[in-house]
């Protein structure tokens, strides 16, 4: 806590000071971060070989998942530390060839969940969810050629839904989100809020 | 009452949506560098926003330095060493339609910026309310905090997990200890931690890096032992699982699925992963209660989840569910706060309608 306190005041102190070596040192505490984190991630990947270990030595159900788990960390690993990470070695293989083509698949998702979930945003059970449905089905055509097509109107209503009443929308919820941080951030360097430590 | 709130609603969108804070990248916020042209350090690297596709050309006292071809909207040049009074920095950026020229002088290194002067003083407010508030509540003050729907429900999901014998989801959001919300987030994961070690409910905290881990393996330890039951604590069920973002996805969904965990909390911060995840607990029959500031990502929780924490909800939620008369003090510090923005919007929309700009000039952050 003490350390949080220290380190959170003497950066907003330094962000209101412009000489160096003042200036710099929000990127010295943001170095600092990464040299911890890259110690932490042994942390993780022990949790990971533990966790997974656990689950193969007792033959849990699904172990064979947790085989090809510790078996693509551990050749993954051992092939970059070998062979490098270079363009056309053999990590660079993997990252091209397995690693983007398995986080695309999953980012693809998307495209199929957004559809279902607007699905059942868009049932107009109260007035609220009538004005939604009938501004989404707005900016929905003013963004299709066909809309232009029906109405040349389409469009202008479209950025106009976008452009006010979405940007206000957005732009309250950040004004309140930001008090938010900065009221958090105090509590946490006062000491007021511990419960992120695990205490009170 | 209900037009009322209606038309009031209506009122408030007008006044925010027409209120000078739009980007306008036809003039000042065309060149983005820090400290508005006055540079005050020795050390610079130049921040270009441009409207892509763009090519930025850099000199320094009419020298070409170099020359970059922008397909993005932001572009960082490498930083430079300067003599302080000695030299001026041109920006070009040349689009197809257009050519924009900048320059920018270097100012002497000061003890103070007095660019930034709108912010201390806006800390400052804030934090003299919070004390305020903080002082009045220890001196026995109660103040009235708003029903938060997502947070009443979090004991309600929990119940509901007790009763199906299920086990109970929290991700503590996608990113690191460095960001806000993710501490936000390990905050309600204490609470929610107590109430599972209370009914005896197993809870399974994925997590995506290393360092939130090792802290919400503490939170959770600190919760169980709170609540007198040390021994059912399990380390294994705060885990590692990638710092990839759908990598983390994958093996998130993979445990809704196969232990059809009966209540999901996403509280932290979130990008695309937030409807992936969420609409994956949907389809599991989970109750769903999520948490973030991430604007963008909001919508999707909404129509996803059943309850939904907004904005500064998540960073409410400490003071919420302990009740503390410090946080609860903390929390009216940042409603009173909100007011004085609230009012100085409506003042700078008056002002700018009738062409004043000094005062909302002010508040922009340089």
């Known amino acids: ?200 | 009452m209900r037009y009322f709130k209606l038309i009031l609603i209506i009122i408030l969108v007008y006044l925010l949506g027409i209120s000078g804070w739009a980007r306008n990248l036809d003039d000042i916020n065309l060149i983005n560098l820090p400290g508005n042209g006055k540079i005050n350090s020795q050390y610079f690297s130049p921040e270009v926003e441009v409207p892509s596709p763009s090519i930025v050309s850099i000199y320094l006292n009419d020298n070409l330095i170099e020359t970059r071809k922008a397909f993005t909207e932001k572009l960082v040049f490498p930083q430079m060493k300067l003599k302080l009074g000695k030299n001026s920095i041109k920006i070009t950026v040349k689009t197809a339609e257009k050519q924009y020229e900048k320059y920018f002088t270097i100012k002497r290194e000061a003890w103070f910026n007095t660019e930034r002067t709108n912010m201390l003083v806006a800390i400052i407010l804030l934090v003299l309310l919070i004390v305020y508030f903080i002082f009045t509540a220890q001196k026995g003050k109660v103040y009235y905090i708003r029903k938060i729907a997502g947070l009443a429900a979090l004991d309600d999901a929990v119940g509901r997990a007790t009763e199906m014998g299920k086990a109970v989801l929290y991700v503590p959001g996608s990113q690191d200890m460095d960001d806000i919300q993710t501490l936000a987030g390990l905050s309600i994961l204490g609470h929610v931690a107590e109430k599972t070690a209370e009914y005896d409910t197993p809870i399974m905290v994925p997590t995506a890096r290393s360092l939130v881990m090792s802290t919400a393996q503490e939170v959770v330890k600190e919760a169980y032992l709170k609540a007198g039951r040390p021994d059912a604590y399990k380390s294994e069920n705060v885990r590692y699982l990638t710092d990839d973002q759908f990598g983390y996805v994958a093996g998130v969904d993979g445990i809704m699925v196969r232990e059809r965990t009966a209540a999901n909390f996403y509280m932290g911060s979130f990008y695309a992963e937030s409807l992936i995840l969420a609409e994956t607990g949907h389809s599991t029959g989970a109750i769903q209660i999520a948490g973030t500031a991430m604007s963008a990502q909001l919508p999707f929780f909404v129509a996803a989840c059943d309850y939904t924490l907004i904005g500064e909800e998540l960073f409410a939620a400490s003071a919420y569910l302990s009740k503390e008369p410090l946080q609860v003090g903390s929390l009216k510090g940042q409603d009173m706060g909100k007011l004085f923005f609230l009012i100085a919007i409506i003042i700078g929309v008056i002002l700018e309608t009738f062409g004043i700009k000094s005062f909302t000039e002010w508040f922009i952050i340089k």
Do not use: C
């Open chain 1, 1 to 200: 806590m003490i350390i949080t306190a220290i380190a959170g005041v003497v950066i907003l102190l330094f962000y209101f000071i412009p000489r160096s070596p003042f200036d710099r040192i929000g990127e010295v505490f943001q170095n600092w971060v990464i040299i911890v984190a890259a110690f932490a991630i042994i942390l993780g990947v022990g949790s990971l070989v533990k966790v997974n270990g656990e689950k193969i030595s007792r033959l849990s159900q699904g172990w064979g998942y947790s085989v090809v788990l510790l078996v693509g960390l551990f050749t993954t690993a051992l092939i970059g530390i070998i062979g490098g990470i270079e363009e056309g070695s053999a990590f660079d293989f993997i990252f091209k060839y397995f690693f983007t083509p398995m986080g695309s698949t999953m980012f693809s998702l998307l495209a199929f969940f957004i559809a279902s979930a607007a699905f059942r945003a868009f049932r107009a059970k109260t007035f609220e969810a009538g004005l939604l449905l009938a501004s989404a089905f707005l900016v929905m055509l003013g963004r299709v050629p066909i809309g232009d097509y029906i109405w040349h109107k389409f469009p202008e209503i479209a950025s106009w839904i976008m452009d006010f009443p979405n940007t206000a929308g957005q732009r309250a919820i950040m004004i309140g989100a930001s008090l938010g941080v900065v009221s958090t951030s105090i509590k946490f360097l006062l000491g007021i809020d511990k419960s992120y430590l695990g205490g009170e």
